[in-house]
């Protein structure tokens, strides 16, 4: 079955960098584009942005636009979100999840399957 | 950006009665939305897309409705594996989020 299986959780200092992982199995990885979204403690949802699994090709959700950067390794159907210049307001969950429907190129959709979320604490 | 906005914030539901929930978008985002169900420490879990349309495995007893800007889902009979909260999103433009309706047993 499709499986988006995420990194464990994180403590970092304001400042830092975090990067987190998302390993995909049970489809094919180039397929399908990787969303990331994250949820602050007792919040809601937030959508960080897109890339395309087959390309590259990105987009940002413009907030976080010069913080972030996500990446894929196709030998090894992994995806990663690196968040820079950590602040305490990024304490959050960060999820993983994947375009419904196989394409190349950015499209809007709902996300479904969901990795089971990495919680990233900044404290000092 | 497209603010979604979810009303109540808390509905207190007895098991086996009607839940319904609602979702406001504020512009139109025609029949682009999805709604989820998050338990605690749980990823959301995809119930509904395009405003009606029940995903893979998802029971019956969940519907959706609604276009433009006002949207429903609508649980017919409350399970105990239901009580949870349910997030809507919308895909027109950049995809946003409502803050969630928790469902909870009264």
């Known amino acids: 079955q499709v499986q988006l299986v995420q990194s464990g959780a994180e403590v970092k200092k304001p400042g830092a960098s975090v990067k987190v992982s998302c390993k995909a199995s049970g489809y094919t990885f180039t397929s399908y584009g990787i969303s990331w979204v994250r949820q602050a403690p007792g919040q809601g949802l937030e959508w960080m942005g897109w890339i395309s699994a087959y390309n590259g090709n990105t987009n940002y959700a413009q907030k976080l636009q010069g913080r972030v950067t996500m990446t894929t390794d196709t030998s090894t159907s992994t995806a990663y979100m690196e968040l820079r210049s950590l602040r305490s307001d990024d304490t959050a969950v960060y999820y993983c999840?994947?375009?419904?429907?196989?394409?190349?190129?950015?499209?809007?959709?709902?996300?479904?399957?969901w990795g089971q979320g990495t919680l990233v604490t900044v404290s000092s | 950006e497209i603010v979604m906005t979810q009303s109540p914030a808390t509905l207190s539901v007895s098991p086996g009665e009607r839940a319904t929930l609602s979702c406001r978008a504020s512009?139109?985002?025609?029949?682009?939305l999805a709604w989820y169900q998050q338990k605690p420490g749980q990823a959301p879990r995809l119930l509904i897309y395009?405003?009606?349309t029940r995903a893979t495995g998802i029971p019956a007893r969940f519907s959706g409705s609604g276009s433009g800007t006002e949207f429903t889902l609508t649980i017919s009979s409350l399970q105990s594996e239901d009580f949870a909260v349910y997030y809507c999103?919308?895909?027109?433009?950049?995809?946003?989020f409502g803050q969630g309706t928790k469902v909870e047993i009264k």
């Open positions: 395009g405003a009606s």
């Open positions: 999103q919308q895909y027109n433009n950049w995809p946003t």
């Open positions: 512009q139109s985002v025609s029949s682009n």
């Open positions: 999840a994947r375009d419904p429907i196989p394409s190349s190129s950015w499209y809007l959709a709902w996300f479904d399957p």
